[in-house]
Structures are given as structure tokens and as C-alpha cells.
């Protein structure tokens, strides 16, 4: 373990959150152990007064490491990469590094934010489920196909090449979620569908997945 002897880092966490899914294949892929402190969405314990102390926003996922509380998936992931820096989650290659950046600022501000349970909530409550559906199908396509033009040319097995970065720390909850949760179709996405097949091959992102996960249901 990269953190063994050291106080066991915290991890804010919820089965089915695609956030916190990214920051769970990090913590696994750098080898660092942690404890796994559940955090029920739909029962509302992200507004518990307790919980809002940590993350003020009251989302998930939170870190705390000893004294160190970070919110905010992308300021984990990196804050992890820079604290345990093997393997690096960025390549060397400033032009893949920049791809990386870009697939994971269309996950993270283009879609996610458009299939979030609040707002998700909120458009069923004031219009219908239907408008919900549309909403999120449109979030999800509209980024895929941006990801599939940026990632066509410079994929291998995974998002930038053969090695595991950024981008697939984004892709794999994404288009987990896509297909188990919002039942998108990936026909138009060939290179992300590959990657995906390739990310289910690996245990580093088969002990990620929300089922697998201390908080899921016995049966999804
Ligand atoms: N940009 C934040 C977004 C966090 C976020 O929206 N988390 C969702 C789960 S994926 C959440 O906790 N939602 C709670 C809610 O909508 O009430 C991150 O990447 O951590």
C-alpha cells in the first residue's frame, strides 16, 4: 500500500455517484488504502449539518486525509497524483496532456452537472419524467460526440493510449452510468465503447464499480 503506517485517508462516498466512482478507481489504481464512509444521496445525509461541514456544497465525493479535506473530484484526483505520484495520472506528451484535460472538463462541467440528482429531481418535480429523460440523453450525447472526435485519433486501449490517465478516471464512471443508468445507446461511440470494454478487463476498475461497493443494494 502506498499510504501503509500513515492514518487510513476517508473517502465520502455513495455507490452510485459517477464523482466519487473517479476518485474510487484513483485511490486503487495509486494502491492507497481507505476507509469507505457511506453517504446515502436519495435519503438526503448530503444536507445533514454534520456532512455539510466537510463539503458545503453537499455533494460527494469528500477526502480527508489527517487535517487535509478536499472536495470536488478533480481536486482529489490531483491531489492524490501529486502526493502519490505513481503511476502518474498525466502523460509526459504536452499535447496528450491537454486531451486529457479537455476529456475530463467535458465529463465533469458538460455532462455531469446535467445528469446530477438534484437537477435531475428538480426538472421531474416542476415539468415530467419525460423532459427528464430528454434533458440527460441530450447532456450525455451532446458530450460523447465531442469525446469521440477528441479521442478517435489518439485512443489505444484507453482514452490516450495503452496507459491509464486522467481521461479514463472520467470516462469509465461516465459511460458506466450512461449505459446502466440513463440506458444510452454507444453505437454512435465506437472509440469510447472500446475503451470501456477495455476498463472492464481490468481489476483496477471492476473494484470501482458502484455495485461492487459497501453501500450498494443487494440487488440493482
Ligand atoms: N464537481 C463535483 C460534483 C459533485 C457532485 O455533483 N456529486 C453528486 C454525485 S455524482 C452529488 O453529490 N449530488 C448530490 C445532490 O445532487 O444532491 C465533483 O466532481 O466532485
Same mark, same amino acid.
Not at 5 to 9: S, T, V
Not at 11 to 20: G, K, N, Q, T
Not at 65 to 68: R, S
Given at each position: 500500500m502506498a499510504n501503509s503506517?500513515?492514518?487510513?485517508?476517508k473517502?465520502?462516498?455513495?455507490?452510485?455517484?459517477?464523482?466519487?466512482h473517479r476518485v474510487r478507481i484513483a485511490l486503487t489504481l495509486k494502491g492507497i488504502d481507505y476507509e469507505y464512509?457511506?453517504?446515502?444521496?436519495?435519503?438526503?445525509d448530503q444536507f445533514d449539518p454534520d456532512f455539510k461541514k466537510i463539503n458545503p456544497m453537499g455533494?460527494?465525493?469528500a477526502l480527508v486525509? +489527517?487535517?487535509?479535506v478536499i472536495n470536488d473530484s478533480f481536486a482529489i484526483i490531483m491531489y492524490l497524483d501529486e502526493k502519490y505520484p505513481e503511476p502518474p495520472l498525466l502523460p509526459r506528451d504536452l499535447h496528450k496532456r491537454?486531451?486529457?484535460y479537455q476529456a475530463m472538463s467535458i465529463v465533469l462541467s458538460g455532462i455531469q452537472p446535467h445528469q446530477n440528482l438534484a437537477v435531475i429531481r428538480y426538472i421531474e418535480e416542476k415539468v415530467n419524467a419525460e423532459e427528464k429523460t430528454s434533458w440527460v440523453n441530450n447532456a450525455i450525447n451532446k458530450g460523447f460526440t465531442a469525446l469521440e472526435k477528441l479521442l478517435v485519433s489518439c485512443a489505444g486501449k484507453h482514452a490516450t +493510449?495503452?496507459?491509464i490517465y486522467l481521461a479514463d478516471l472520467f470516462l469509465a464512471p461516465?459511460?458506466?452510468?450512461?449505459i446502466n443508468r440513463f440506458q444510452i445507446n454507444m453505437e454512435p461511440y465506437p472509440t469510447l465503447a472500446k475503451c470501456y470494454e477495455s476498463y472492464n478487463d481490468l481489476p483496477v476498475f471492476q473494484n470501482a464499480l458502484p455495485e461492487k461497493q459497501p453501500d450498494a443494494p443487494s440487488t440493482i
Open positions: 503506517g500513515a492514518e487510513k485517508l473517502l465520502y462516498s455513495y455507490w452510485r455517484s459517477s464523482c466519487a464512509i457511506p453517504v446515502n444521496l436519495l435519503k438526503g455533494t460527494v465525493p486525509d +489527517g487535517g487535509v491537454a486531451v486529457n +493510449g495503452d496507459e461516465q459511460i458506466h452510468g450512461a
